[in-house]
C-alpha cells in the first residue's frame, strides 16, 4: 500500500507519456539532417529558407510549452522561451525574406538563452536524471554556439545561416531524446 501511494505522489510529475519527447526529438533530428544537408545555390529561394526557419520555430515553441506544462519551477522561464519562439515563427511565416537576413543577429541570442535554460534543466534535474551530464553538454554546446553566432568578425553567409539551425535542431532533438528516457526511467522507478 505504501509503495501505491508513494507512486501516486511522484505520478504527478511524470504523468506526461514518455514517448512524445522522444517523438520530438526525433523529428529535431529529422529536421537537423533536412536543414543540414540542404544545398545553398543560386537558383534557391531564400523564402524557402525564411520559412523552414519558421516551422522550426513553431516546433520550437510547442516543445517549450509542453516543457513548462510539465514542470513546477521555473514556468515562467519556459512560457518566455515558447512565447519568443512563437513570434520568431510568426516573423518567419509573414516575412520570409527579412527572416533570412535578420537570423544571424537573432539566433545568437537565442542560442545563448536556450543553451542557458538547458544548462539549468540539466543541473536542476541531476539528483534524480542519471543522464544530466548529456544536457549539460547539450547546453554548453548551444551557449557555445550562440557566442560563435553572435560574433562580428565573418560575415554571416547563408551557409552558416543553414549551418547553425542545423545544428540547433541537432542539439534540441538530443535534449529531448534524453528528458525522454529520464522520464521513462523515473515512471519506472
Given amino acids: 500500500m505504501e509503495q ?12 506526461f507519456p514518455w514517448w512524445v519527447f522522444l517523438i520530438t526529438g526525433i523529428a529535431w533530428m529529422i529536421i537537423a539532417v ?4 540542404y544545398q545553398t545555390d543560386p537558383l534557391t529561394s531564400v523564402a524557402t529558407v525564411g520559412f523552414l526557419i519558421g516551422a522550426l520555430f513553431v516546433f520550437a515553441a510547442i516543445n517549450e510549452f509542453v516543457a513548462a506544462a510539465m514542470v513546477d519551477t521555473w514556468k515562467w522561464l519556459h512560457w518566455l522561451m515558447g512565447l519568443l519562439f512563437v ?3 510568426l516573423y518567419g511565416f509573414v516575412r520570409p525574406y527579412d527572416t533570412f537576413f535578420a537570423l544571424a543577429s537573432v539566433l ?9 535554460l538547458e544548462i539549468i534543466r540539466a543541473t536542476m534535474s541531476r539528483e534524480f536524471n542519471p543522464l544530466w551530464g548529456l544536457g549539460l553538454v547539450t547546453g554548453i554546446l548551444l551557449l557555445l554556439l550562440g557566442i560563435w553566432a553572435s560574433q562580428r568578425y565573418y560575415p554571416a553567409r547563408a551557409e552558416l545561416i543553414l549551418i547553425w539551425v542545423g545544428f540547433m535542431s541537432l542539439f534540441r532533438g538530443i535534449g529531448q531524446i534524453v528528458l525522454a528516457f529520464g522520464v521513462r526511467r523515473e515512471i519506472r522507478a
Fill in 34 to 37: 533536412i536543414v543540414l544537408r
Fill in 4 to 15: 501505491m501511494e508513494t507512486r501516486s505522489r511522484t505520478g504527478s510529475m511524470v504523468d
Fill in 108 to 116: 545568437g541570442f537565442l542560442l545563448v538563452f536556450m543553451g542557458t
Fill in 87 to 89: 513570434l520568431g515563427a
